[in-house]
């Protein structure tokens, strides 16, 4: 079957720096996306991973390793509007997307 | 560029009503993609569209739920009739042909469905 893991929600505070796991196992693989989304509105692309590494991008990186079917979002100097839910998920066949149920990431002041 | 667009952005139904769902994707874009999210969890995919073609319906309650692209563009989601576990939000996604294996997908602003 095909599964993608990662925690319900997350509490961190306002400056600090928090990671965001996602496991996953799935029959194909075609890169590992991380979307953004704000309580009522869609998701928003954030990043991109294809190869094993690290991806930097402002204050939001993202990293990969494929042989243990992991990956996680680092977010840097917390800020209020950071506030949402970061849905990890992996492309598939068909160029499909399969979805984890997303982290719920509240941020303390 | 202009975004997808959805419409409309909130409806309220009676159970056993029907209810149809408008999106328009990116000018271009090749595929289309219906999604249901429950409060909570992540997308669930309904139908995917490549051109005017479907490639995976799978997951799609054919019972009650149909959809259309007609002419490769502009798409249509129906309910009939709706059901209390019908309630979430239905977002529509595009992306261009697929360059490799990259194929980012950029979301409309959902149609929020309360079925009562």
């Known amino acids: 079957g095909q599964n993608i893991d990662q925690p319900t929600e997350m509490t961190a505070t306002e400056g600090a720096i928090v990671q965001i796991n996602c496991t996953y196992q799935t029959s194909g693989f075609n890169g590992l996306f991380w979307y953004q989304q704000h309580a009522g509105e869609a998701p928003t692309f954030l990043s991109y991973n294809v190869l094993d590494g690290l991806e930097e991008k402002g204050r939001f990186s993202s990293f990969l390793s494929r042989s243990k079917g992991y990956s996680y979002l680092l977010l840097k100097e917390l800020q209020m509007k950071d506030s949402a839910s970061y849905l990890c998920a992996v492309g598939g066949s068909n160029y499909q997307l399969i979805w984890g149920a997303g982290t719920k990431l509240i941020i303390k002041p | 560029e202009a975004g997808v667009a959805q419409s409309p952005r909130y409806k309220i139904i009676e159970k056993r009503q029907s209810v149809a769902f408008w999106c328009n994707p990116i000018s271009g874009h090749a595929t289309l993609y219906w999604y249901q999210q429950i409060l909570g969890q992540g997308p669930k995919l309904l139908i995917q569209?490549?051109?005017?073609?479907?490639?995976?319906d799978s997951q799609l309650p054919k019972d009650r739920f149909s959809a259309e692209r007609l002419k490769g563009v502009d798409s249509t989601l129906k309910i009939q009739p709706a059901k209390l576990e019908d309630s979430a939000v239905y977002l529509c996604?595009?992306?261009?042909?697929?360059?490799?294996?990259?194929?980012?997908?950029?979301f409309g602003p959902g149609t929020r469905l309360t079925v009562l």
């Open positions: 569209f490549q051109n005017n073609g479907v490639v995976d």
């Open positions: 996604a595009s992306s261009p042909f697929p360059r490799g294996s990259y194929n980012e997908q950029f």
